[in-house]
């Protein structure tokens, strides 16, 4: 279930910088800069739940471990 979740969220924050592309274009720069903005705070959420720390453990496999 998790993965899916993260998978959606990384689809997500691609077609964000799509549309900021598109959005940038059309000459909606602030709007442009807030959906790139936000794709990039999805994808540190993305990062923090699966990327190891020091002891190889990332957050995401210790909650479906039951830790």
């Given amino acids: 279930m998790t993965d899916a979740v993260l ?3 990384v689809l997500a924050a691609i077609a964000l910088i799509v549309g ?3 959005a ?9 800069v807030l959906m790139v903005v936000l794709a990039l705070v999805a994808g540190m959420n993305v990062a ?16 479906e471990r039951g830790r």
Avoid: C, E, M, N
Avoid at 24 to 32: E, P
């Fill in 7 to 9: 998978s959606i969220v």
């Fill in 20 to 22: 900021a592309v598109f």
């Fill in 24 to 32: 940038y274009r059309s000459g909606y720069r602030r709007q442009a």
């Fill in 48 to 63: 923090i739940w699966t990327v190891p720390d020091g002891d190889g453990q990332a957050p995401l496999d210790r909650i």
